[in-house]
């Protein structure tokens, strides 16, 4: 039996990087194709790490780059979307540029250009800013009303996809955080930037009454993988809408003050302010905290507290 596909669209990006690290790790015991796209710079310093891997550079905007994949790849058995302009302000800034990079349908246009294109499945990364943000715990049932252009690209993405593909899983991702990644992302990372402006003693302004529940890195991994393997392995008809968070409902305050516990620094350090009383360029809702059963019940995964999620980030980084 030839070796299944899996193709990573935005593989230089954070999760990307993460899920390249994750199918390494398995690719001993169950032998895969391994294919990643790339836009903004080169990826020597992955295919050094992941020398097995395909690195292909495609403009998801237009399209180009996807018949090269064609040529050299072939057919993927699943296409994992990480690729985005996720940024809110940028997306604010610039809403043509954030709807053609965040609804896919370069992607997949190539992807229905394959005779049977019925056996891709497509695993696309979505965001909990779809939802409105005025009350706790959000179900997936819950109609999706963005307050910002970051939230309506990506769920005019959602729409795009549930209506032009007949394989998928739509994951709605919160805060997603972890180690940093082989090849460093130019993005801050939140426990990082955390404990980097809090190890340096000065008073710093954090918001307390903006919700999320933060999500480990490697939790979104195992997720991805155990879909795919339910994919391979039972060859079902899929779609799925996931919201995909921790289980923990966290302010930035919250998140912190528990970088200070375990770093042992001066929580007095952390100055709780109104998100009200800073103008960050785009509106952004107040409390997108998620119910995760869904999750739980379908993938029979339960994703790792926040404050064991940072202190395995915090081992990880101090052991680079």
């Known amino acids: 039996m ?14 990307g990087q993460h899920l ?5 790790e398995i690719q001993a015991t169950t032998p895969f194709a391994l294919a990643f796209t790339y836009n903004s710079f080169p990826p020597q310093p ?44 940028a997306c604010e800034n610039d809403p043509d540029a ?26 696309h990364i979505s965001t909990d800013q779809v939802y409105k943000g005025v009350k706790s715990f959000y179900k997936e049932e819950d109609e999706a009303l963005p307050v910002n252009v970051y939230g309506k690209s990506k769920v005019a ?9 007949s394989n998928f899983a739509i994951l709605r991702s919160s805060i997603i955080f972890g180690p940093q990644t082989v090849s460093p992302v130019p993005k801050s990372l939140p426990i990082q930037w955390i404990d980097g402006v809090l190890s340096k003693g000065d008073k710093v302004e954090f918001f307390y009454d903006e919700y999320r529940c933060p999500v480990y890195v490697k939790d979104v991994v195992a997720i991805i993988r155990t879909l795919i393997d339910k994919w391979l392995s039972e060859g079902k008809k899929m779609q799925l809408l996931l919201n995909v968070g921790g ?12 970088v200070a516990q375990i770093r042992g620094y001066d929580s007095s350090l952390i100055k ?35 404050k064991d999620g940072v202190k395995l980030t915090l081992a990880a980084e101090a052991s680079m």
């Open 2 to 15: 030839s070796a299944k596909k899996v193709l990573v669209v935005g593989g230089t990006g954070y999760l």
């Open 20 to 24: 390249l690290q994750g199918f390494s």
């Open 46 to 89: 992955l295919l050094l790490a992941f020398p097995t891997s395909f690195a292909f550079h495609v403009d998801l905007k237009t399209g180009l780059g996807f018949d090269s994949i064609s040529q050299q790849f072939g057919q993927p058995d699943v296409v994992v979307n990480c690729a985005a302009l996720s940024v809110p302000r």
């Open 98 to 123: 954030a709807i053609s990079i965040n609804v896919p349908s370069s992607l997949v246009n190539w992807l229905s250009s394959f005779a049977q294109s019925d056996n891709t499945l497509v695993i």
């Open 157 to 165: 993405a959602e729409q795009f996809i549930s209506e032009k593909w």
């Open 247 to 258: 289980p923990d409902r966290v302010s930035r305050v919250q998140m912190a003050e528990a």
């Open 272 to 306: 709780p302010v109104s998100a009200s009383s800073v103008d960050r360029g785009v509106k952004s809702p107040a409390d997108i905290s998620m119910d995760i059963t869904k999750l739980v019940q379908k993938l029979n995964i339960c994703p790792t507290p926040f």
